[in-house]
């Protein structure tokens, strides 16, 4: 195993969390959908499955190990696989595949239907969860794209 590859996809998947938070802090000050709160309806899912409460912080750190570790090092693996030539393509493939294991799983588990459909605000927390997804996975895409050409820079 390629543990510089292992590493520059977990950085990558760090930046697409970081941006994640960042499109997520906006959400929160422009006041966008205020009904619809994930981290919120996953530590309420924790706290019942625990029998304690569960601290805000534990759902945000789920979310940074998986996006940083988990789905990091699984974009790194497929990346030469995903169809597209470009960062852009390739973290919109990803981030689509992602989306719609989400909006299949993740969402009903936590008591919002399919793609969030069950938040009663329409179809906006889909749209919405669409773009969380991509903003992740197009950052994480463009972040990995740039640290493999480090590599190759270095290397000639």
């Known amino acids: 195993m390629d543990f510089s590859r292992v590493w520059k996809s977990i950085a990558a998947g760090l930046c697409g ?8 802090a906006l959400k929160s000050w422009a006041r966008i959908l205020p009904g619809f709160e994930p981290y919120s309806d996953l530590q309420a899912l924790l706290t019942s499955m625990v029998g304690n409460s569960v601290h805000p912080v534990i759902p ?3 979310s940074y190990f998986n996006g ?3 789905l990091g090092f699984l974009f790194g693996q497929s990346y030469s696989r995903l169809p597209g030539r470009t960062p852009l393509v390739k973290g919109t493939v990803f981030g689509l595949a992602i989306w719609i294991v989400m909006g299949l799983t ?3 588990v ?3 239907g399919f ?3 069950d938040a009663g605000l329409g179809l906006k927390p ?8 991509l903003t992740y996975s197009i950052t994480l895409s463009a972040a990995y ?3 493999r050409s480090l590599k190759r820079a270095s290397a000639s």
């Open 68 to 70: 940083s570790v988990v």
């Open 106 to 108: 993740f969402f009903p």
């Open 17 to 24: 969390s970081a941006a994640h938070t960042g499109l997520m």
């Open 126 to 133: 889909t749209a919405f969860s669409l773009l969380m997804v």
């Open 60 to 62: 945000w750190a789920l």
């Open 115 to 117: 793609f969030a459909t």
């Open 145 to 147: 794209s740039v640290f």
């Open 110 to 112: 936590i008591g919002k």
